[in-house]
């Protein structure tokens, strides 16, 4: 059964930062890729950031390029995402999610959902 497990959110300052991973369990295999989305009260889902596996090919939302950076590590089965110099737009329930190969911005490609993380950014 496969299982993604978010953790990392929480309250920070505007400027600040946060990492947060996402553990997946249950593969059989690993090339599958994951990426981040977030959703904001009365907003839609949006792509954050993706990662693809084995070959870690990356995207960015253009509204966090240059602030967040994720990565993977295999071996612990987690990808991480660096934010930094968060906003307060940043704010929103932060959900990982795996699709098998590649990665794409697009989240009805994505078979396994975490639960989410709230990320808030304010003073």
């Known amino acids: 059964q496969v299982q993604l497990v978010e953790s990392g959110g929480g309250l920070v300052q505007p400027g600040g930062s946060l990492r947060l991973s996402c553990t997946a369990s249950g593969f059989s295999r690993d090339d599958y890729g994951i990426g981040w989305f977030r959703q904001a009260p009365g907003k839609e889902r949006e792509a954050v950031s993706c990662?693809?596996?084995?070959?870690?090919?990356?995207y960015y939302a253009d509204s966090v390029k240059g602030r967040f950076t994720i990565s993977r590590d295999n071996a612990k089965s987690t990808v991480y995402v660096q934010m930094n110099s968060l906003k307060p737009d940043d704010t929103a329930v932060y959900y990982c999610?795996?699709?098998?190969?590649?990665?794409?911005?697009?989240?009805?490609?994505?078979?396994?959902w975490g639960q989410g993380t709230q990320v808030t950014v304010s003073s």
């Open positions: 999610a795996a699709k098998f190969r590649g990665l794409s911005p697009h989240a009805n490609e994505y078979n396994y």
């Open positions: 990662i693809s596996s084995p070959d870690g090919y990356t």
